[in-house]
């Protein structure tokens, strides 16, 4: 008997299709063998069709047989409507949006909240490049741009004062202009002169990073996957694996021909029509992609280390949940909601991370045997997470948070009383202690200062206790964790198992704490709470990242005084 349902729309990529179908799960929704809306076989007459069909609900099938547990999953590309989102709420299932995070996926919208965070948290909200909206902050870029003009142009007078060649252009200061509606690289095009600037729609104007990380002399950017299974109270996961993606001519860091798409676009869409895409090219290879494997070993093998590669993941995990907070709702949103984002994340000469852009619906198809390696263990394990993390809270307006537990189920409160029931094992482990230069470390995102929590491969096992057990789940986990008793449930730490979450948020007791108080912000003072919560995590990843520098600077320090 099947135990899962998975309902698509026509986008849906083949791979989540595929994986449904090897779980024996019933696939219903255009391009299956299902109808949509009564999920009959759709070779039966429409009327019996219609018949079966109950108003007011997503794609609802017939009632599954007494006793069975049916899941259903329902993906789209594009989001849910409003009642959609309302009745899907209803199912025992999940949906693959939250609403309200167009706030991070738009990119003048990521631009507004990025700016909103920095006014409010300061410095630690600097990962996003100096942007500007057109046409409405075309002033604002003006005096910008005149500005970076000025430096860059006093610089390299200089640079010809003391003897290098002083081509005024050369030294200008570059910038990248984006359409705000479209993605894969459509319509990208780079500028010094702004004589230059033209567009017809919205754009992004953004600070070019001139110094970004090349392998073998060509530019790469990485494909980040983030995925978060609830937003109240908050659980972020980063995939450990994801896609370091090239771009397919050698990087041009005089900046002379900034038109070669090729060379300063790292986009797949737009590599693969290179000529060189099939070439063997220098250290990368053929193709545009690798995985973060290779990334790693890449690291390994020259003098960057191990070390820089785990520092550098462990910035990642932090600008990422930043990210995230961004897009904290101050309203309770659907649980029954999780949210797969790609994170386009740049990486510079000094390996510091910016982020490029937020994408609500990653490219999930399969292109080549690098994406086979990424995508397809991706798909399994949010698969795998999803179903584990089911929803236990479900919001009522009159009553507020009310848990949808089966009724003879501990979870479930008294009727009408406003209780918070976090979800399955709301706490975890501490994460890996800090990477350091030297020290053996666990995992593509070990030593994540901080690293990530490993996510236990069958959550929710424990501490669904009901309550306010969050805290106290984290604390018997975290005790375990540390006396080693791990049973069989509990993850088995492979350090070299790309194939799996990490989750990146609740990191420690204080924090875990804070998720607990977003997952009651209603009402009034929502606004408030939620501003508090987000104070504290945001002061646990500064003080984490100030520890983990400290502690780089010691290993530096200790490395150059030994030689
Ligand atoms: P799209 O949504 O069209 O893919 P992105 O913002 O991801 O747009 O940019 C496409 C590519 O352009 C990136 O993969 C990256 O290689 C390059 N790029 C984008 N912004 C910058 C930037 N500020 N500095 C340097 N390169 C950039």
């Known amino acids: 008997m099947t135990d899962g349902v998975l309902r698509v729309c026509e986008s849906c990529p083949l791979p989540v299709r595929q994986e449904a179908l090897s779980r024996g799960w019933r696939v219903i929704g255009p391009g299956s063998t299902e109808d949509e809306v009564s999920g009959c076989p759709v070779s039966q007459p429409a009327s019996e069709r219609r018949r079966k069909t109950r108003r007011g609900r997503i794609g609802v099938a017939e009632n599954p047989p007494a006793g069975s547990r049916v899941f259903e999953l329902y993906w789209r590309n594009s989001r849910f409507t409003k009642s959609e989102f309302k009745t899907g709420h209803d199912r025992a299932g999940r949906m693959n949006h939250f609403p309200h995070t167009k706030c991070l996926t738009k990119k003048d919208l990521l631009i507004h909240a990025m700016r909103k965070m920095r006014a409010v948290h300061g410095k630690i909200y600097d990962f996003l490049p100096m942007s500007f909206i057109l046409p409405s902050e075309y002033t604002k870029f003006v005096h910008a741009y005149a500005a970076e003009d000025d430096d860059q142009v006093c610089a390299s007078a200089k640079k010809s004062i003391e003897g290098h060649s002083g081509d005024k252009s050369a030294g200008r200061a570059v910038w990248i202009c984006k359409p705000s509606d479209l993605s894969r690289g459509r319509k990208i095009f780079l500028i010094k002169d702004l004589s230059d600037l033209h567009y017809d729609q919205q754009y992004v104007v953004q600070r070019y990073v001139p110094n970004p990380l090349t392998i073998g002399g060509y530019k790469v950017d990485l494909r980040v996957y983030i995925l978060v299974t609830s937003m109240q109270p908050l659980r972020v996961h980063i995939f450990r694996n994801g896609l370091a993606r090239f771009g397919t001519v050698k990087y041009d860091d005089k900046m002379q021909d900034i038109d070669n798409l090729f060379s300063h676009l790292t986009n797949s869409s737009i590599n693969k029509l290179s000529n060189t895409f099939d070439h063997d090219k220098e250290v990368i290879g053929s193709?545009?992609?690798?995985?973060?494997?290779?990334?790693?070993?890449?690291?390994?093998?020259?003098?960057?280390?191990?070390?820089?590669?785990?520092?550098?993941?462990?910035?990642?995990?932090?600008?990422?949940?930043?990210?995230?907070?961004?897009?904290?709702?101050?309203?309770?949103?659907?649980?029954?909601?999780?949210?797969?984002?790609?994170?386009?994340?740049?990486?510079?000469?000094?390996?510091?991370?910016?982020?490029?852009?937020?994408?609500?619906?990653?490219?999930?198809?399969?292109?080549?045997?690098?994406?086979?390696?990424?995508?397809?263990?991706?798909?399994?394990?949010?698969?795998?997470?999803?179903?584990?993390?089911?929803?236990?809270?479900?919001?009522?307006?009159?009553?507020?948070?009310?848990?949808?537990?089966?009724?003879?189920?501990?979870?479930?409160?008294?009727?009408?009383?406003?209780?918070?029931?976090?979800?399955?094992?709301?706490?975890?482990?501490?994460?890996?202690?800090?990477?350091?230069?030297?020290?053996?470390?666990?995992?593509?995102?070990?030593?994540?200062?901080?690293?990530?929590?490993?996510?236990?491969?069958?959550?929710?096992?424990?501490?669904?206790?009901?309550?306010?057990?969050?805290?106290?789940?984290?604390?018997?986990?975290?005790?375990?964790?540390?006396?080693?008793?791990?049973?069989?449930?509990?993850?088995?730490?492979?350090?070299?198992?790309?194939?799996?979450?990490?989750c990146i948020f609740p990191f420690d007791e204080t924090t875990a704490q804070a998720a607990l108080l977003m997952a009651t912000c209603q009402g009034q003072a929502s606004q408030r709470k939620l501003a508090e919560a987000i104070r504290i995590i945001v002061q646990e990843i500064r003080k984490r990242r100030r520890g983990a520098m400290q502690a780089e600077c010691a290993v530096s320090t200790e490395v150059t005084a030994s030689r």
């Open 287 to 502: 193709g545009s992609k690798w995985d973060f494997g290779a990334l790693r070993e890449w690291f390994k093998s020259n003098q960057l280390g191990e070390a820089a590669f785990a520092t550098l993941w462990a910035r990642i995990c932090d600008i990422s949940l930043c990210t995230i907070l961004t897009a904290l709702p101050s309203k309770p949103v659907s649980s029954s909601c999780f949210e797969l984002f790609g994170f386009d994340i740049l990486v510079d000469a000094a390996l510091r991370p910016w982020l490029l852009e937020v994408n609500c619906a990653p490219a999930l198809s399969i292109d080549g045997s690098t994406d086979r390696r990424v995508k397809e263990p991706l798909i399994r394990a949010v698969y795998d997470l999803v179903q584990q993390q089911q929803p236990v809270v479900k919001t009522n307006r009159r009553r507020g948070l009310r848990a949808i537990a089966p009724k003879n189920s501990k979870l479930r409160p008294a009727s009408g009383k406003t209780r918070i029931c976090p979800l399955p094992n709301a706490g975890l482990p501490p994460r890996p202690a800090t990477a350091v230069a030297g020290q053996k470390q666990k995992g593509p995102c070990a030593g994540a200062s901080a690293g990530a929590a490993t996510t236990m491969t069958r959550e929710g096992q424990q501490g669904a206790s009901g309550d306010d057990s969050g805290t106290e789940n984290f604390r018997a986990m975290a005790a375990s964790t540390e006396a080693g008793q791990h049973d069989d449930n509990d993850y088995k730490d492979d350090d070299d198992d790309l194939s799996r979450f990490d």
